[in-house]
């Protein structure tokens, strides 16, 4: 695989710090007896056992596999549960999930207007000390996010009108190091386009296969461990402006797209870093390009984290 960066001038992310509003995510509030059983059925990711100190990367997926949004939940109460999605899928999101009730004890609405989110980034001193671990202070959530760059980051969810006590950070450089994290969530021009394992949901503890069932389990597992998964999520740069759901391009085929771009930042000095899913036997050399065949090249960097083998 090509990891070597271009030559950039550079960028020191070890003074990062501050707070950053983030309007471009909501949450789903599920709230009844039954909602943690509710969703531990719909969801990758198993939320019956899920304790108040926890958070949950998970995926709600179709019947054939594919992602129809991502979420970060965390247990405010024993009865109530928030989940953290892209704004622009939580409306069709909502809907379909609400369509399998039935006669679950569970009430599931938008409380996007009702809670406040905040991306914080820092030397995480008082927080959650491992990922997906969640602090409550008062009526203020705290969720520990993978870090990125070498800096902690976490979520903040509060009520609207409360904010973080910490100076501004510029959207750019969080929207940068959550590409950087190498976690992408499923925003609305990307889904149902993967199963979760080509987000590498696997390895940042976005899937459990030990739990029950949920819609599409069986695509999800056969792509586990049937040897059947062809595609992988790898972090790129570019030096040209790239968009969410741009096709990447390997030499080898001008023709047929290799990949897709997940998610994609400003770097802090020139171009731009993503996330892009492509075929695995595309990683292993020749020039990838985003756009088109002759569109900009990618360079891929090192993921931030293995690539889980044995779950």
């Given at each position: 695989?090509t990891?070597?960066?271009?030559a950039?001038a550079p960028f020191d ?5 501050g707070?950053?509003r983030l309007?471009?995510?909501g949450v789903?509030?599920?709230?009844g ?5 509710f969703l531990?059925g719909?969801l990758t990711?198993?939320?019956s056992?899920?304790?108040l100190?926890?958070?949950r990367?998970?995926a709600f997926c179709?019947?054939k596999?594919r992602m ?7 247990k405010r109460s ?10 622009d899928v939580l409306?069709p ?5 609400s369509?399998?009730v039935l006669?679950?004890?569970a009430?599931?609405?938008d409380?996007?207007?009702e809670?406040?989110l ?17 602090t ?13 760059q070498?800096?902690?980051?976490a ?9 973080p006590?910490?100076?501004a950070?510029?959207?750019?450089l969080?929207?940068?190091l ?5 976690v992408?969530t499923?925003s609305?021009?990307?889904v149902e386009?993967f ?6 949901y ?7 296969f ?5 819609p599409?389990q069986e695509?999800?597992a ?16 570019g ?5 969410v ?13 290799t990949?897709?771009v997940?998610?994609v ?6 171009g ?7 075929q695995?036997?595309s990683?292993?050399?020749g020039?990838?390009?985003v ?6 090249t ?6 931030p ?7």
């Open positions: 695989m990891t070597d960066r271009p950039l992310a070890s003074t990062l710090a707070a950053v309007p471009q995510l789903i509030r599920v709230v007896e039954d909602a943690a059983s531990h719909q990711q198993d939320f056992l899920m304790g100190s926890q958070a990367l998970a179709s019947a596999g129809l949004a991502s979420f970060v939940g965390i024993h009865q109530e549960i928030w989940l953290v999605c892209a704004q409306a999101t909502l809907k379909r999930l369509m399998f006669r679950a004890k009430k599931l609405s409380a996007s207007g809670i406040a905040y991306g914080l980034v820092g030397d995480g001193q008082g927080w959650p000390a491992s990922t997906w671990a969640k409550d202070q008062g009526e203020v959530s705290l969720v520990r996010l993978p870090d990125a070498g800096r902690a980051r979520l903040w969810l509060a009520p609207a009108g409360v904010v006590d910490l100076p950070l510029d959207a750019s969080w929207q940068w959550d590409v950087h994290s190498g992408a499923v609305a021009p990307v386009a199963v979760p394992q080509m987000l590498n696997e390895s940042v503890d976005g899937v459990n030990k739990k029950g069932c949920y599409g695509v999800v056969r792509s586990q461990f049937r040897g059947t998964l062809k595609r992988r999520a790898y972090l790129a740069h030096e040209a402006p790239m968009a759901g741009d096709n990447v391009f390997h030499a080898s085929d001008a023709e047929q797209p990949g897709t997940v998610a930042a400003a770097h802090p000095v020139a731009c870093d993503a996330i892009v899913s492509m695995i036997s990683a292993d050399g020039r990838l390009t756009g088109a065949a002759d569109g900009t990618l360079t891929l960097l090192p993921l984290y293995p690539l889980r083998d044995d779950i």
